[in-house]
C-alpha cells in the first residue's frame, strides 16, 4: 500500500535538571523532569529516512541544560514558556512545540529550629505541573499537580447509588475517602502570577478536600474544581484524575469483633476512576 | 462562582480477571486487566452528590466476573464489545462506554518436549491491547500491543540531522536501535476476525523492524505501520508510540581501547519519543 | 538425591493495614504494611507435603487485623512484639517468629491555619521501620527509617582517592551529595521508649547530613551514625545502607558556557553503594 | 562517644552493560546489570574522611566496562570471576570483592521462519543471576534465576492445615499456583561448565513445578531443590525465595453463578513468601 502520515510528533522525554540558585549562603533548587515535543513538516524523515528537517533529540536535552544555565529557571511555566519559543525560533518548520515539565519537590531542612542554607529533603512523590503548547500565532499554559495523596477518615459517605443485579456493595455514610490528586487548570493568559496561582489552587484543592462533606468522589471534584475557580481568576479551567484509593473495612466478623471505622484494608486494584473537568461559567 | 461541568467520565480501572478454559485435559487461560468508563448524564452526582443515576464501580467489577463466567472471555476485543453493549444495556442514561483491556500473555510450558496441559510461564511484560468505545449510534474497535521491547544491533543508521550551536551528538552509520513498541490499530468493522488480525499486525511490526535498514525511528515506525495496513485489510490506521531506548557507545579512549560497536550503556533517562499515525491512503 | 531442607521460614508479607484511633474528634492514623515469618520444625511440610503443622499464612493477616482491632497499634515496635509473642504462643513447634513492619507517613493536613481533626496528606515515600525477632528465649527489636531522600548543595567533597588505569573521575571540594537514607538500629531492650527514640535517632541523621563537612559517602555515615549512639543511650548499633544519587555537573562548554555548580543531571543508574554497621564503643 | 566501625563494604550497583559479539553475519547480546562491592581496610575513609585508600566506584564501573571490551562477557560466572580477580589485584587492602551480576534474556527473533542475524526480542522479567564473592583464599560461585513467573491452573491443592481460631482460608484440592521463583544455588567449583549447569538447573525447576503434584508451595519448593541437586552434580545447595502470588476464586454466588476454577482474581497484596535451603545430604 501507499500509506498516509497522520497527526506525528518526537521529541526528548525524561531529561532530568537540577538547578541551583545561589541568595548568598542560602540556596534554592529546582528539581525537574523536562519532555520537549515538536511538530512540524517531518514527513520525507518518515516515508523516506530524509533527515535534513530533524533537530536530533539530543540537541533537545543540550538544549535544556544550556537554557537553565543562561536564564535560570524561576516558576516552570516560565522555563517552559522560554524553552517553546526557543524551538520555534530555531527550527523554522516547526509548527508546534510542546513543553511538559514536572517539579520534583524538596522542603528545606530545619536544624536546631534554624532553616538550613543548603540541605533539603523529598517531601514526597507530589509533582507540580507545568505544560506549555505554542504555535507561531498563540501559547497556552497549564499548570497542576499529580500524586498529591490524600485522606480523610471521615466525611465522606456514599449512598443511593443504583441497586442492579450485579450490586452487592453496602452503603456506607461514613467511610474512608482517599486519592491522588491529578488536576491541571488552564490559565488565560501566559504571564499571569504563575507562582501564586499555582500555590492558590493548590491550597484550594487542599481546603476543600479537607473540608468538603463528600457525596462521592464526583462530588468532591466538583466542589475542588470550583473553589479553584473563585480563588483564581486567572484560571478557566479544571481537569480532574482521581482514582478512588479504596479502604476496605476489614471483616473481622468471624472473630467476634466488630469494627465500627477502626481497621481498614488499603487496596490498589482495583480502583474507582473519576475524571471531569470544571470550566468558568460564561 | 457557579462552574459549569465540562467532560466527565468514571467508572472501574485495574479490574485484574484471570480466566481458565478447559478442552478436557488442556487448559487455555485468559489474563487481562480491565477498565471501564461510563460517560452520561452524570451532572447532578457532581453538582449536589445525588448518587441516584451512579452504577457504583464495584458493581463495574462483579458485572466483569460475572460476565467472564456466563459467556468466557475469548479474544480480547470481543470480550470489551460484551461488555461495552452489557453497560449501555444496563444504564439508560449512559451515552458512552470505554472498555480498556490489557492481556498478560502467558506461554504454555513444554516439558520432555511435549506441551503441558496446564502449566504457564509468563512470557514477559508485553501486552495485548483492545479498546472499545460504544455509544447507542456505534462501536469502535481498537487493538493493538504495548512494551514490546525490541532491539537490533546493526541496520540502523542517523545521519544528515540539523546542525545547530546546541548539537554535539556524532552522526553514525551503525547503531544500536532499541524500543518498546506500543502500537494500536483502528479495525474498520467490529466483528472482524480479532485473533487472525491481531497475529498478522504483530508479526509484521516484528518483521519490519527486524529487517527495514532504518535511517531513524521515524523512518522505522512509518515502515512497520505501511506494512500492518499492507497485511491486515480490515485495519484503517496505526497510532505509535515508540520510545528510543538508547544504548550509548562507551567511550573506552582514556583506557586506550577502542570500541567498534561491542559495548554499549543502556539508559533510561533521557528518551527520545517519536509518536505518528499512519493511515491508508484514500 | 536425598536432600536435606535447610534453613527455612514462611509466612505472609505484604499484609496491609490501615487503622484509626479516635480522640474525640481529632483522629489519628496508622498505616503499615507487615509482614509475618515463623520458623520451627516445617520439615515434613516440605519433605513430604504434610500441612498439619502449618499456620496457614491467610490465618497470619487474618490475625493482625484481629490483633489491630483488640489492642490498638501503637508504635510499631510495639505492634510487633504484641504479634511475635501472639504467634510464639499459638505454635507450639514454632521456634522463631520475624516481625517486619513499615509504616507509611502521613501528615495531619492544616486548613485556614488550624490543624485538622480526619484529614491527611501522605508525606512522601519515607518509612518508619521496625523489626522483631522472637524465640522463646529472647526478643530482639530492631529500628529504623528508609526511602529517607537527602540532598544538600555543598559541603560535600571527594578527594584523595587512588588514580589507578581506569580512574577518570576528577576530584571535587564541592558537589551535591544526595542519599536515600536506610538506617536500622538495634535496641538495648525491647521496653525502650520506642516513638522518642525514633524521633531523636531521625533526628541525629538529619543533623549530622545537613551539617556534617563531608569528605565522603563514608564519611557523612560514619558520623550519622556516631551521633545516633550519642543521643539514643537505648542504641547499642546502626547500620546503614547509602546509596549514593549522583547528581553530575553538566558538560556545558561546548555551547560556550561554564556552570559553576550550577545545572546538574540527577542520574539513577549506576550509583554507589555504601553500608556499614557503626557500633557503641565498649 | 566515641563509636567503633562494623562490618562494613562500598561499591558500584546498577552499572548497566550491554555486549554485542560476532561471529560473521551472527550477533550474540549480553545485556547485563553488575553490581561490585569492595571490603578491607577502610576504616580512615569512615572515621576521618582519609580517601587515601578508596577506589572511587566511577573507576569500577569504568573498569567493568573496559573489561568487558578486552575479555568479552561470557557466562557471567565467569565475567564475575574475571571482575572478582581484578579488583583483588588492583587494591592491595581489600580483602574481599563481592560481584553480583543480573542477566537480562532476550530472544533471538525468527523472520520468515529463519533465525535472524542481529534482531531480538527481550523476554519478559526472568534474570540469570551470578554471584562471585572472591578473597585472596577463595573463590565461591553461586547462579541462579528470579523473577521466573510460572503458574499451574490444576495440579496443587492445600488442605490439612492447623485450624485457629483466626483460621477462614477454605481447603482445597484443586487451586492455581502461581509464583516469581527465586532460586540461588552454590556451586561446588568455580570452573564448572556454568552454561550447562544453568541450562540444567533451570529446566529442572520448571519441569517440578509443572509436573510434581503439589500439596503447598513448601512442597514444591523442596522437589523442585531436590531436581536441581539430582540433576546437577557441581551443585551443593539450593536456596529458595517464591511468593505465594494468590489467585483467589471469584465469589459468584451472589450473582446465582456457579465458579467451577472458571474465574479467578489475581491479588499482589498480601503475598505468601516461602523461603528454604535444599542441600545434598552428606
Redesign the interface.
Known amino acids: 500500500?501507499?500509506?498516509?502520515?497522520?497527526?506525528?510528533?518526537?521529541?526528548?522525554?525524561?531529561?532530568?535538571?537540577?538547578?541551583?540558585?545561589r541568595d548568598g549562603d542560602r540556596?534554592e533548587?529546582a528539581?525537574l523532569t523536562v519532555?520537549v515535543?515538536l511538530e512540524g513538516d517531518?514527513e520525507t524523515?518518515?516515508?523516506?529516512?530524509?533527515?535534513?528537517?530533524?533537530?536530533?533529540?539530543?540537541?533537545m536535552?543540550?538544549?535544556v541544560?544550556?537554557m537553565?544555565?543562561?536564564h535560570g529557571v524561576g516558576e516552570p511555566e516560565e522555563f517552559g514558556l522560554l524553552l517553546a519559543r526557543h524551538f520555534l525560533g530555531?527550527?523554522a518548520h516547526v509548527s508546534r512545540v510542546r513543553i511538559s515539565i514536572q517539579q520534583h519537590v524538596?522542603e528545606r531542612?530545619s536544624?536546631?529550629g534554624h532553616e538550613?542554607t543548603?540541605?533539603?529533603?523529598?517531601?514526597?512523590?507530589e509533582k507540580r505541573l507545568a505544560f506549555v503548547t505554542a504555535t507561531r500565532a498563540s501559547e497556552t499554559v497549564e499548570a497542576g499537580v499529580e500524586d498529591?495523596?490524600?485522606?480523610?477518615?471521615?466525611?465522606s459517605a456514599?449512598?443511593?447509588?443504583?441497586r442492579?443485579?450485579?450490586?452487592?456493595?453496602p452503603e456506607t455514610t461514613d467511610r474512608?475517602m482517599a486519592t491522588a490528586i491529578r488536576a491541571v487548570w488552564t490559565l488565560s493568559r501566559s504571564d499571569a502570577d504563575h507562582g501564586s496561582v499555582f500555590a492558590a489552587a493548590r491550597t484550594a484543592l487542599?481546603?476543600v478536600?479537607?473540608?468538603h462533606p463528600?457525596?462521592?468522589?464526583?462530588?468532591t471534584?466538583?466542589a475542588m474544581?470550583?473553589e479553584v475557580?473563585?480563588r483564581c481568576p486567572d484560571v478557566t479551567?479544571v481537569?480532574f484524575s482521581l482514582?478512588?484509593k479504596h479502604?476496605l473495612l476489614?471483616n473481622?466478623a468471624?472473630?467476634g469483633?466488630d469494627?465500627p471505622?477502626?481497621?481498614?484494608?488499603?487496596?490498589?486494584?482495583?480502583?474507582?476512576?473519576?475524571?471531569?473537568?470544571?470550566?468558568?461559567?460564561?
Do not use: C
Open positions: 500500500v501507499s500509506s498516509t502520515l497522520g497527526a506525528n510528533s518526537y521529541g526528548k522525554s525524561g531529561i532530568r535538571l537540577f538547578h541551583v540558585a540556596h533548587v528539581d519532555a515535543a517531518f524523515a518518515h516515508t523516506v529516512g530524509d533527515n535534513a528537517g530533524i533537530l536530533a533529540t539530543d540537541t536535552k543540550n538544549t541544560y544550556a537553565a544555565r543562561t530555531a527550527v524538596w531542612m536544624v536546631g538550613h543548603h540541605s533539603f529533603r523529598k517531601a514526597g512523590e498529591l495523596v490524600v485522606l480523610k477518615t471521615t466525611g456514599f449512598t443511593g447509588y443504583i442492579d443485579p450485579f450490586t452487592t456493595l474512608i487542599l481546603d478536600f479537607a473540608d463528600s457525596e462521592s468522589v464526583q462530588h471534584l466538583y474544581g470550583d475557580l473563585n479551567e481537569r482514582p478512588n479502604h476489614a473481622l468471624p472473630f469483633l469494627n471505622n477502626v481497621v481498614f484494608v488499603p487496596t490498589t486494584e482495583p480502583y474507582g476512576l473519576i475524571e471531569a473537568t470544571v470550566r468558568r461559567a460564561e
